[in-house]
């Protein structure tokens, strides 16, 4: 009898439970970082980016300067809330652009994305496309990012994961406390890197668990870690993206490709199901693809732009591969357990 | 005769053509079937490939899921998943339930009808969100706080690259089939062709033949055309019987008349001898007369039906034209010199022709007869027998009344005569039977005006 009654009242707690998940995620749409509305044309495309207004500006201003029916209404969160966005809540967006590939690959594999014009997708290269759905328009480099101060004298920059371990290691009061990466558990970027790196190097769980005994702070974007190295509280950063990093000269960081290999991001594109005007985003997504809109990402904004030569000229740049093997990250198992590992190779008890 | 003119309007149905459509036909058959069977085995085959990675792809996901602290672990193989897509850039889905429970991925994935069994993964076709899908299932047995539980894994995956596969084999096979068929074509032609040649032989023998030709067709033909062969045989000997009946009725008739003729005019002549009465001897004058055209028509007619018979007989031996035309004019001269009529023979060599001697003097009779005939007394008739290119020719030319422009073809139809002929006895036989005997051994015969008056025949056999 007291069983039964114990039952009963787990099921209503769970029920309770359930109740207050439902209301909570229906009640709460996805978080908006920044909002902007461009131009006042009769014509309005929305559009859904991980990408700071700013690196974008210079595309769209293009853009309006030749369609000045256009009003574009830009809208930036992070790579998960644009997942949300799309795959729960269904937003009206003409165009979404994420870098977080595995959640733009779910989008587009779960049947979530529209096709794109067929003359838009032709002139892409294979690597840089799937499916008629889902196409790269920057290439961007993960790389090492290097302070003023990161160095001790007389020591060269680490080419290989390897020499990065044995800077680490030979420096480790030096070090203590000043490194800086992505926590995987928080970021998408960051836990898209570490699966990578996790597949590509055995190094990897080496520089884990050296990095966990230096304290590393972990951060949740690119952007805190370039703040915080450039400003001297940090040393060096790993698995930064190297675009948003302001260059060489300023500041006197220094952004290191490593030998060994360097992933390299595709930031992606797709126009969703739930699109108002998908001819009006795929128009945008076009001319962000036309060799002015790639110059402007390049020189305006920053960005890298889709360039298949660099592969060549750089043999040790790996671009991550678009296709549905990014999918087995995102398996809640797989990446439960992946971040386990991780942890246990970080903090040491 | 009424009732032949009546044929069906109706064109003739042709067996070329229905045996080129036919023809055709299985070509087309044949091409369309290689197209179902190609793309068939296409797309068998094409599945039983994928179906096979995706079963081992499948396995591999299985083999990675295991129990660690804290429940199921599952190590998602990226690469698997990126070469289950490349053919086609398919779109990946997949399913792990543990105890009948969903564990990990897609949990409203279709579940197969019949659970597969644990040795081999079964495969079916589902439709999933917005797409088809072929799934590949597994089901293993993993062991979760020392029982064993059911663990089952579910794979699937988009056919985009096979469906292309199969089109592309198929589209080949199309083009090959249509490549057939228009091969086909000349191919079918030409044994329409060669297949109906035997007819068209069998009819060009039988258009050949002379028009008095009625000897039984001994031409080759195949096995299915014999009984025609056969039926026309027979039929082409009711036909020489009753012509032969014909011919032998008018040859006694034509005999028992000129009997009684004769008896009839040598009897008039006798009483025209004992006759005073100039009267009675003017009628019995009229009488001998018409029984001189009456034997003279019944001649003709015998002449006519010898002819006939033996032209249809086709019984040739060598004959020399010249020694003939020689005979005959020795033969002619005392009836024509009676009359003042001199007859001038000109005769080079021989003229052997493959002939039937009694045909041709029974022509150089009635062309010799008709220039004495209508020649004026002190008349001269020309015989002249000569080779000229091939074959043997006798002319014969008289300066006699001509034939006041009636046409060549009207003189030779039977019973016909000229019109300046009607104080002259005759049949209107005679050019019809020297036509009729030309044709016959394969000669020619024209008749027409003489330069200067008069006319000239000409008659030809070819030479051996």
Redesign the interface.
């Known amino acids: 009898m007291r069983r039964l009654f114990a039952a009963a009242s787990v099921r209503l707690f769970f029920g309770a439970l359930w109740l207050a998940l439902v209301v909570a995620t229906t009640a709460r749409a996805f978080e908006i970082e920044a909002v902007e509305d461009f131009g006042s044309g009769a014509q309005r495309i929305d559009v859904l980016s991980t990408t700071d207004i700013a690196y974008m500006q210079p595309v769209i201003d293009a853009y309006l300067a030749r369609h000045p029916d256009v009003t574009l209404h830009y809208v930036v969160a992070s790579s998960q809330e644009v997942y949300r966005a799309v795959a729960e809540e269904d937003a009206p967006f003409d165009l979404v652009i994420s870098s977080a590939m595995d959640l733009q690959m779910k989008i ?4 979530l994305a529209r096709p794109l014009p067929a003359a838009l997708m032709s002139g892409q290269p294979g690597w840089a496309r ?2 008629g759905l889902l196409v790269a328009v920057t290439q961007e480099p993960v790389v090492l990012l290097l302070g003023r101060d990161a160095l001790p004298p007389g020591v060269s920059p680490p080419t290989t994961r390897r020499e990065l371990i044995d800077l680490l290691r030979d420096h480790p009061d030096r070090f203590r406390g000043k490194v800086a990466t992505y926590d995987p558990a928080v970021s998408g970027a960051g836990y898209l890197f570490a ?1 990578q790196d996790a ?1 590509l190097s055995d190094a990897f769980w080496r520089l884990a668990e050296v990095m966990g005994r230096l304290d590393t702070k972990l951060y949740c974007c690119s952007a805190g870690m370039i703040g915080d190295i450039a400003e001297g509280r940090m040393l060096l950063g790993y698995n930064v993206l190297g675009s948003y990093a302001p260059g060489n000269d300023a500041d006197g960081l220094r952004i290191v490709e490593l030998q060994d290999y360097t992933l390299t991001l595709l930031r992606t594109a797709l126009v969703p199901q739930g699109a108002r005007a998908p001819e009006a985003g795929a128009e945008f997504l076009a001319f962000l693809l036309s060799a002015e809109g790639q110059a402007l990402v390049a020189e305006g904004a920053g960005l890298p732009a889709l360039d298949a030569d660099a592969f060549d000229r750089n043999p040790h740049l790996r671009p991550i ?1 678009l ?7 995102l ?4 990446r439960r ?1 992946f971040l386990e590992e991780w942890r246990a190779a970080l903090i040491q008890p | 005769m009424a009732q032949q003119s009546v044929t069906p309007s109706l064109s003739p149905v042709s067996l070329r053509r229905r045996l080129l459509l036919q023809l055709l036909l299985l070509a087309a058959c044949l091409s369309v079937g290689l197209y179902a069977a190609v793309r068939l085995g296409a797309d068998r085959a094409s599945e039983a490939t994928f179906d096979a990675v995706l079963g081992a792809a499948a396995g591999s996901l299985a083999e990675e899921v295991r129990v660690a602290e804290g429940g199921i672990a599952v190590d998602l193989p990226p690469a698997t998943f990126s070469m289950l897509s490349a053919m086609g850039e398919e779109r990946i889905f997949y399913r792990v339930d543990v105890d009948g429970v969903p564990v990990t991925g897609y949990g409203d994935l279709p579940l197969p009808e019949l659970p597969p069994t644990a040795l081999a993964p079964s495969f079916y076709d589902a439709r999933y969100r917005d797409t088809d899908v072929r799934v590949a299932a597994i089901l293993r047995s993993i062991r979760i706080e020392g029982r064993a539980a059911p663990l089952l894994v579910l794979l699937a995956e988009t056919r985009q690259g096979q469906g292309a596969i199969a089109a592309r084999l198929g589209n080949r096979a199309a083009v090959l089939g249509l490549g057939i068929f228009l091969a086909a074509i000349p191919f079918s032609l030409y044994f329409a062709r060669s297949f109906l040649s035997p007819i068209d032989r069998l009819a060009e023998a039988v258009g050949r033949r002379g028009a008095r030709d009625l000897r039984p067709l001994r031409h080759p033909a195949p096995s299915e055309l014999q009984p025609f062969v056969t039926a026309l045989n027979s039929f082409i000997a009711r036909l020489r019987g009753t012509l032969s009946q014909t011919e032998t009725f008018l040859a006694e008739a034509a005999h028992h008349i000129r009997t009684p003729l004769t008896v009839m005019r040598n009897e008039a002549e006798l009483a025209l001898r004992q006759s005073g009465e100039e009267e009675t001897r003017a009628r019995l004058r009229g009488l001998i007369r018409a029984a001189d055209e009456s034997a003279r028509s019944a001649s003709q007619l015998l002449d006519h039906a010898t002819v006939l018979y033996r032209a249809e007989q086709a019984d040739w031996a060598e004959v020399d034209l010249a020694k003939l035309v020689r005979d005959l004019v020795e033969r002619f001269r005392p009836a024509a010199e009676m009359r003042d009529i001199s007859v001038r023979l000109e005769v080079r060599g021989t003229l052997p022709t493959r002939s039937d001697p009694v045909l041709v003097e029974a022509a150089l009779r009635n062309i010799i007869d008709n220039a004495v005939k209508y020649s004026a007394p002190d008349g001269l008739v020309e015989v002249v027998a000569e080779a000229v290119s091939g074959e043997g020719r006798v002319t014969v030319m008289d300066r006699g009344r001509g034939l006041a422009g009636v046409v060549e073809q009207g003189l030779k139809r039977r019973f016909r005569r000229g019109a300046n002929v009607s104080d002259v006895p005759g049949s209107g036989l005679g050019l019809t039977i020297v036509e009729e005997a030309a044709q016959a051994m394969g000669g020619r015969f024209a008749i027409g005006p003489r330069e200067g008056g008069g006319t000239c025949a000409v008659f030809s056999l070819p030479l051996l």
Do not use: E, H, K, S
């Open positions: 587009a594999n779960d049947g799937w499916r699966v597949r591969r296709d549905p093997g990014l999918l087995a990250n398996d809640q198992i797989t357990r």
